[in-house]
T-cell receptor
Framework: EAGVAQSPRYKIIEKRQSVAFWCNPI?????LYWYQQILGQGPKLLIQ????????DSQLPKDRFSAERLKGVDSTLKIQPAKLEDSAVYLC????????????FGPGTRLTVL | AQKVTQAQTEISVVEKEDVTLDCVYE???????LFWYKQPPSGELVFLIR??????QNEISGRYSWNFQKSTSSFNFTITASQVVDSAVYFC???????????????FGQGTILTVHP
């Protein structure tokens, strides 16, 4: 079974530029999550989808971050414009259902904002 | 609000030593779930265990064991006879039960960096 795929693995941009990350969850997984992990900290949930609907985006900085999950499969997370404090690893995870069972994580995208 | 505290930032042991990683949690819910994840240098979080709040039985899986104590709101993780391959960052996490606004959402602790020396 293929795992959660993410791309790119690394991205370096200047502040005020835009960037987009892509995630392909495990086939059949209805729930998809985007986490932000700042160096030395635990992951923090940014947004949670159930199929193509948003369940929780309370910690997403909506003035600059956006995410979508068209057709309930792949998802894209965008930052526009980026700030220095957005430097982090962005992790995508998926699970079969909404309930708190095992979440499968992708390898992450490491973003550096200069 | 939920909170997970892992007081040990870094632990260093020599191979074959036993090591315990502490986790203390806060929640107002009576139904909740606790998790441990491992993050090796490759960066991908690997699921280790899930416990629900009604099951306080300790669990053992090979060299890994977990001690869940509701009375002290703790969910500690012990590695017996540690190996170099156990070197990683370990995260404890908490999720609310059904009906909670954070159902299905994981709140992570800050992680414990474990280094096992040969």
């Amino acid at each position: 079974e293929a795992g959660v795929a993410q791309s790119p693995r690394y991205k370096i941009i200047e502040k005020r530029q835009s960037v987009a990350f892509w995630c392909n969850p495990i086939s059949g997984h209805a729930t998809l999550y985007w986490y932000q992990q700042i160096l030395g900290q635990g992951p923090k949930l940014l947004i949670q989808f159930q199929n193509n609907g948003v369940v929780d985006d309370s910690q997403l900085p909506k003035d600059r971050f956006s995410a979508e999950r068209l057709k309930g499969v792949d998802s894209t997370l965008k930052i526009q414009p980026a700030k220095l404090e957005d430097s982090a690893v962005y992790l995508c995870a998926s699970s079969q259902r909404l309930d708190p069972n095992e979440q499968f994580f992708g390898p992450g995208t490491r973003l550096t904002v200069l | 609000a939920q909170k997970v505290t892992q007081a040990q930032t870094e632990i260093s042991v020599v191979e074959k030593e036993d090591v315990t990683l502490d986790c203390v949690y806060e929640t107002r819910d009576t139904t909740y779930y606790l998790f441990w994840y491992k993050q090796p240098p490759s960066g991908e979080l690997v699921f280790l265990i899930r416990r629900n709040s009604f099951d306080e039985q300790n669990e053992i899986s090979g060299r890994y064991s977990w001690n869940f104590q509701k009375s002290t709101s703790s969910f500690n993780f012990t590695i017996t006879a540690s190996q170099v391959v156990d070197s990683a960052v370990y995260f404890c996490a908490l999720s609310e039960g059904a009906g909670g606004t954070s159902y299905g959402k994981l709140t992570f602790g800050q992680g414990t960096i474990l280094t096992v020396h040969p």
